[in-house]
């Protein structure tokens, strides 16, 4: 990725510019000290004087009156805020005309910002004072007051908070009285600009000591740059949050998030000052110390997919690679690319105007149809289908260009949305909700409707990561989520009526991602590169999970890595400093997993028995339990030394009855409730009350017992043979208030089970299905 510079050869202003800001994504406003504010029109390659300021104004600051307010849609911005060194702010309409002028501050007012609502407007200015102003310009409040000047300022993501500098300090101080300040030293010189970022919530600062730096929302470093010759000026995040630009005299920089460089140019410029990034986040502006305006456009950006690899080239140009046969492919768009997207043999293209969606089989013949809003912030591709998220809604098309959804719901801000908040998979959208980030909305893919009963997943602690398994019955769906504790927990899509568990599989994970073919997982967890071969194991066997991982040590991706993609046996991770480095895993699990989904077990056990590995076992133990297989996962158990199971699966098989069999095989996964249920359901009351003697689940014993008024004695008697057992007294009062009276007789007792027992047999034996489980006897 690098930028591609363009510079007039003459400058349009006399002096120094000193702030820049886009209309739409072709149209710019530029301020600058010869008071003059100028329109350039980028397809006409024209500028026009808009209005010559008055002489005892010296512009330094201005912003656009934010676009989307609600439901009133704004095709471009209509008026903005202009900061001036006369202590005034200025509210001045698109076409030049100055509706009010408000003194605000002693000496210069230095920034001025509108928060994402355009609800209120925050100044800063040489006198220390961080004041918020509603949208007419009416005092609401002096936020805070130091002794030094305020260079910069910035919103936080949800405008509930404000960030600001003070000297070599950092302060984010919340909008609400007596709420906890956040204070940090951020940099060895004086801070000169600050930005802060609504979808990834991070924070950037430039300052006199040369450096730039990235923190987290909670004042944490992220990164630090090496020190450059000159102060930096000027940084500004990208809309979407995946890279920054840096300004600094002679010098423009284009970064990765995670603050790596991807290209450095030296233009003419004198100090860059301020920068600006255009609305769809392919061009930026910089106001230039020697009255140039410069322009950058971001190109050459890759995407790489198996043998496949896209670079766009020029603004309306793509290059399709296949490296397999060097074959080379041109591809041409009538407008300027956005964004775009290679997974699942499928090319994606947003342009301003439309989306292309190309076939890796065939380049020549996209599917083109028209965009609804313009400007696509995030495009994710499933198997079947794919989805657009631009500044309004969420769209979902299938390959063939079909508008299929547009799930929705309440207090939805597609501005703030990612690749970490949004996951899709053949049948479910999963959006991570903003306003609390608990909370994981789950849609049908066909419909847009909530899944299920309506309810929304929702977890103890802030979801940070979310990811949904891509192959697999819409029944089994599971997602896998990273929250603020950095645990990796999964848990069932599907929600009806019971509250699915959510089971902890892992800790200290910073970066996950699931197989394309497989349901297989791999994160990064602490200095370990993890990968779950069978996630599903938390829910038949926990006590083999351990065994079905394959771990090895991750420190060579050196600090931060993130994992990119995960396609086939190949995992590819981004290191911090930018670098890509792959990784290949055994192929051998993918081809269980295929063997396993379509009930192959004999051939799965061939393949086990051929590769000779503990991890491979262990899967297949669990395939085989999670799929009512007990003869594979026998064999299986036997492979990887667990007796005590092996044995418990014979006595399974030694059941008289299917609903028997299955219960026990439900036990053996530990869901008790559900083995009970299937127990009563099938009328097997006193099966359902010794499998509670046996766990020693007392009260419900006997509460089966009373409640089917049959078998209290022997809930009694084997309660008493326990006590005698570890020679202790009845203290329970339900137990004591039913032994009153009772004798208890063994032999009657005994009698009674054997009754049982033959009951159920025969009760089997003419219903002849015990063959349909899949389980031999």
Request: neutral net charge.
């Amino acid at each position: 990725m690098r930028l591609k510079i363009t510079l007039l050869k003459e400058p349009k202003h006399q002096e120094l510019v000193s702030c820049v800001g886009w209309t739409t994504a072709e149209e710019l406003y530029s301020c600058s000290d010869d008071h003059q504010i100028v329109k350039w029109n980028l397809l006409t390659s024209e500028t026009t004087q808009i209005v010559k300021l008055p002489d005892d104004i010296y512009p330094i600051d201005f912003h656009w009156f934010p676009k989307s307010l609600g439901v009133k849609k704004q095709t471009q911005a209509e008026s903005f805020v202009l900061t001036s060194s006369d202590g005034k702010f200025h509210l001045i309409s698109k076409l030049g005309r100055v509706e009010k002028s408000i003194e605000a501050h002693c000496g210069a007012v230095l920034a001025g910002r509108w928060n994402y609502e355009g609800t209120a407007l925050v100044t800063v200015g040489e006198d220390g004072q961080i004041k918020i102003w509603s949208k007419t310009g009416m005092l609401r409040s002096t936020l805070a007051q130091q002794g030094t000047p305020v260079y910069s300022v910035a919103w936080g993501p949800d405008s509930e908070k404000v960030l600001y500098t003070a000297g070599k300090q950092l302060i984010i101080k919340p909008l609400q009285p007596n709420a906890k300040v956040l204070q940090w030293k951020a940099h060895d010189g004086i801070i000169l600009k600050v930005d802060w970022n609504s979808v990834n919530d991070l924070i950037l600062s430039a300052g006199e000591d040369c450096k730039y730096k990235v923190w987290d929302s909670y004042g944490r470093p992220l990164y630090n740059s090496q020190p450059h010759e000159h102060p930096i000026t000027s940084v500004a995040w990208a809309p979407d949050g995946e890279l920054f630009a840096v300004g600094s005299f002679h010098t423009l920089r284009l970064c990765d998030k995670t603050g790596w460089s991807y290209a450095l140019e030296k233009p003419n410029t004198g100090s860059i000052f301020n920068i600006a990034w255009s609305i769809d986040g392919t061009q930026i502006a910089g106001a230039c110390g020697n009255g140039h305006v410069v322009f950058a456009h971001v190109v050459e950006q890759h995407w790489e997919w198996k043998n496949f690899q896209v670079t766009l080239t020029k603004r309306r140009a793509m290059q399709v690679r296949n490296v397999l046969n060097d074959a080379v492919d041109l591809l041409e768009f009538r407008d300027r690319v956005i964004k775009a997207s290679l997974n699942y043999a499928h090319l994606v293209v947003s342009t301003s105007l439309q989306c292309y969606v190309f076939s890796t089989k065939n380049w020549n013949t996209p599917i083109i149809f028209d965009l609804k809003e313009g400007t696509v912030s995030l495009i994710l591709q499933a198997e079947r289908h794919f989805l657009l998220v631009d500044g309004s809604s969420i769209y979902l098309y299938s390959y063939e260009g079909r508008f299929i959804s547009s799930p929705k719901f309440p207090g939805m801000r597609t501005d703030i949305l990612n690749a970490q908040t949004v996951s899709l998979s053949n049948d479910t959208i999963a959006i991570r909700d903003k306003a609390d980030e608990k909370i994981i909305f789950l849609f049908e893919a066909s419909t847009g409707k909530p899944l299920g009963d309506g309810k929304f997943l929702s977890h103890k602690n802030e979801i940070l990561e979310i990811a949904l398994d891509q192959k697999g019955l819409t029944n089994d769906r599971k997602i896998a989520f990273i929250d603020k504790n950095r645990d990796l927990c999964i848990t069932s899509v599907k929600r009806f009526g019971k509250e699915e568990q959510i089971i902890k599989l892992g800790t200290m994970v910073h970066t996950l991602a699931w197989n394309d073919t497989c349901n297989i997982l791999c994160g990064l967890q602490d200095t370990r590169f993890i990968v779950w071969y069978y996630p599903n194991t938390v829910y038949v066997d926990r006590d083999i999970l351990p065994k079905t991982l394959y771990e090895r040590d991750a420190s060579e991706f050196s600090k931060n890595p993130h994992i990119v993609s995960f396609v086939g046996n190949q995992v590819t991770i981004r290191r911090a400093d930018g670098s890509l480095v792959h990784i290949s895993i055994s192929p051998y699990p993918a081809i269980l997993h295929e063997y396993v989904s379509s009930s192959k077990w004999e051939d799965a056990v061939r393949l086990c028995r051929f590769v000779k590995e503990q991890t491979m076992w262990a899967c297949l133990a669990a395939m085989a339990v999670a799929n009512r297989d007990m003869t594979t996962a026998e064999i299986a158990y036997a492979a990887i030394g667990e007796i005590d199971k092996v044995q418990y699966i014979n006595s399974i098989k030694s059941l008289p009855s299917k609903e028997s069999k299955m219960a026990h095989i439900l036990l053996f996964s530990g869901n008790i409730q559900e083995a009970e249920i299937v127990l009563l359901q099938a009328g097997l009351v006193y099966q359902a009350i010794q499998i509670n003697i046996n766990l020693y689940n007392w009260e419900r014993a006997l509460e089966l017992a009373v409640k089917y008024k049959t078998h209290v004695d022997t809930v009694l008697a084997y309660r008493q043979k326990f006590l005698e057992t570890f020679g202790k007294q009845e203290t329970n009062k339900r137990y004591l208030h039913y032994a009153e009276g009772l004798q208890i007789d063994w032999e009657k007792i005994k009698a009674k089970i054997e009754m049982e027992i033959t009951k159920e047999r025969e009760q089997s034996s003419s219903s002849q299905s015990s063959k349909s489980m899949g389980l031999k006897p």
